[in-house]
């Protein structure tokens, strides 16, 4: 549904997008994730027609992005950081009019705005100032605005930008009901809103795609080690010293050392080697030795430390 080939953004000698390709399939949400100045925007701009690239392609259902850029614009529903709207026009009126310029008939606009406002949680906000919504609501029509023609692809560049915490957990909720309706490509630097949202996620670092992946997988490119927590009942230093012995451990810490512990219980975080999840091996010594056990877990790590660890890997290897 979007290719992406070779994609290049040249503004003088800075290059903001470099020879980037991807594809996202229909129906796939796919975040699009890096720090400000990556590049994200300026590759979004390239696939909505916004901005003409320096070299490379990008093709929208099949439709050159360049060659046919008007009916490209009309498959494509568009977010943009700072959603432009009318401050001065009400909702009814502004979605009315952007209908209109959109080619929705005269006929359907009025059911069309009905379903619009019922997905973006708008219904009792038709008569209300633009410009007196807050943040989250001005959102709100930005994406109802971006929606009002059926588009089949919707790009959304940084959609929860300025939204306190209630809003961004609202917003994240909206645009994940929004799966399987379209096919959706959105660009944040929040990763625990990509973890909550995407099937697939795009690491772009000064311009150029570092690691993509589903969250599981680029989760199971970190190369840090394993942690295994183990909540157990037993003799704290004979615990700890028998955990140090099975093979792949590196270290075990907590036991009888522990802070606030509950008494007669020990909580220890045995760290693995890359790789080694030696839960079965805690649980087997533990049954051996007649220890109670209460919990047994990975400390698996987020997609935070994927991102942190893929940026700098590119920059160690000299990606710029």
Same mark, same amino acid.
């Given at each position: 549904?979007?290719?992406?080939?070779?994609?290049?953004?040249?503004?003088?000698? !800075?290059?903001?997008?470099?020879?980037?390709? $991807?594809?996202? @399939?229909?129906?796939?949400?796919?975040?699009?994730?890096?720090?400000?100045?990556?590049?994200?925007?300026?590759?979004?701009?390239?696939?909505?027609?916004?901005?003409?690239?320096?070299?490379?392609?990008?093709?929208?259902? *099949?439709?050159?992005?360049?060659?046919?850029?008007?009916? !490209?614009?009309?498959?494509?529903?568009?977010?943009?950081? #700072?959603?432009?709207?009318?401050?001065?026009?009400?909702?009814?009126?502004?979605?009315? $009019?952007?209908?209109?310029?959109?080619?929705? *008939?005269?006929?359907?606009?009025?059911?069309?705005?009905?379903?619009?406002?019922?997905?973006?949680?708008?219904?009792?906000?038709?008569?209300?100032?633009?410009? @007196?919504?807050?943040?989250?609501?001005?959102?709100?029509?930005?994406?109802?605005?971006?929606?009002?023609?059926?588009?089949?692809?919707?790009?959304?560049?940084?959609?929860?930008?300025?939204?306190?915490?209630? @809003?961004?957990?609202?917003?994240?909720? %909206?645009?994940?009901? $929004?799966?399987?309706?379209?096919?959706?490509?959105?660009?944040?630097?929040?990763?625990?809103?990509?973890?909550?949202?995407?099937?697939?996620?795009?690491?772009? #670092?000064?311009?150029?795609?570092?690691?993509?992946?589903?969250?599981?997988?680029? %989760?199971?490119?970190?190369?840090?080690?394993?942690?295994? /927590?183990?909540?157990?009942?037993?003799?704290?230093?004979? !615990?700890?010293?028998?955990?140090?012995? %099975?093979? *792949?451990?590196?270290?075990?810490?907590?036991?009888?050392?522990?802070?606030?512990?509950?008494?007669?219980?020990?909580?220890?975080?045995?760290?693995?080697?890359? *790789?080694?999840?030696?839960?079965?091996?805690?649980?087997?010594?533990?049954?051996? #030795?007649?220890?109670? %056990?209460?919990?047994?877990?990975?400390?698996?790590?987020?997609?935070?430390?994927? $991102?942190?660890?893929?940026?700098?890997?590119?920059?160690?290897?000299? /990606?710029?």
């Amino acid at each position: 549904m979007i290719v992406a080939k070779q994609l290049t953004k040249r503004f003088g000698a !800075v290059v903001a997008v470099d020879n980037v390709s $991807f594809e996202v @399939q229909k129906g796939e949400i796919v975040g699009f994730l890096g720090l400000n100045g990556a590049g994200k925007t300026t590759a979004m701009r390239m696939l909505t027609g916004y901005l003409s690239p320096t070299s490379g392609s990008a093709e929208i259902a *099949g439709l050159d992005v360049c060659e046919h850029s008007l009916e !490209v614009r009309r498959r494509i529903g568009y977010l943009p950081e #700072n959603a432009p709207l009318y401050p001065e026009m009400r909702v009814d009126e502004y979605l009315r $009019f952007r209908a209109g310029l959109k080619g929705v *008939g005269r006929r359907r606009i009025g059911s069309r705005l009905d379903q619009v406002k019922e997905l973006c949680g708008l219904q009792d906000s038709g008569r209300r100032i633009i410009g @007196q919504l807050s943040r989250g609501y001005w959102q709100r029509v930005g994406l109802a605005d971006a929606i009002v023609h059926e588009p089949e692809v919707l790009i959304l560049d940084e959609p929860t930008m300025g939204m306190d915490p209630n @809003q961004i957990r609202s917003s994240r909720e %909206l645009i994940r009901s $929004f799966a399987g309706r379209y096919t959706m490509l959105f660009s944040t630097h929040h990763l625990p809103e990509a973890q909550a949202i995407c099937q697939r996620a795009m690491i772009i #670092n000064k311009g150029r795609i570092a690691a993509s992946g589903t969250p599981g997988e680029l %989760l199971g490119l970190l190369k840090g080690n394993v942690k295994v /927590v183990a909540e157990i009942q037993g003799p704290a230093g004979a !615990v700890r010293d028998m955990l140090l012995r %099975l093979p *792949g451990a590196l270290s075990a810490a907590g036991g009888e050392d522990d802070a606030g512990r509950e008494p007669g219980w020990d909580r220890y975080v045995l760290e693995c080697g890359a *790789g080694r999840d030696l839960r079965a091996d805690v649980f087997t010594l533990a049954a051996r #030795n007649g220890w109670l %056990l209460r919990e047994l877990r990975v400390e698996r790590g987020s997609l935070e430390d994927a $991102f942190v660890e893929m940026t700098a890997q590119a920059e160690e290897n000299g /990606v710029s």
